[in-house]
């Protein structure tokens, strides 16, 4: 079973970095939502951490912004090891 605590952290890096991703781009919510066709709202709660993203959510979102969500989710975990590296041990 994964380590909720370092899953968690994960999430949470990865909300970030989405956002990160979409303002290093120029681009808002609005225009994002279009290009992924999804509502502009799903993407705002991804970022604020409101509520958990699908994998199709995730893949979408991704696609739109021209990134690999390996890359992303590799990132995010890359932070949370560093930001506590003590969530990583199980």
């Known amino acids: 079973m994964p380590n ?10 990865v ?3 989405l956002k990160e991703e979409r303002e290093k781009r120029g681009l808002s919510l609005k225009v994002l939502a279009r290009k992924a066709g999804i ?10 951490e409101v509520q958990s993203p699908s994998l199709d959510t995730l893949l979408r979102i991704t696609s739109a912004l021209g990134v ?18 003590l969530l990583a041990k199980p």
């Open 15 to 17: 909300a970030c970095i």
């Open 68 to 85: 690999d969500l390996a890359k992303i989710i590799a990132r995010a975990q890359k932070r949370a090891s560093k930001k506590s590296p």
């Open 39 to 48: 509502a502009r709202q799903t993407i705002s709660y991804v970022e604020k």
């Open 4 to 13: 909720d605590k370092l899953t968690g952290a994960i999430g949470s890096h």
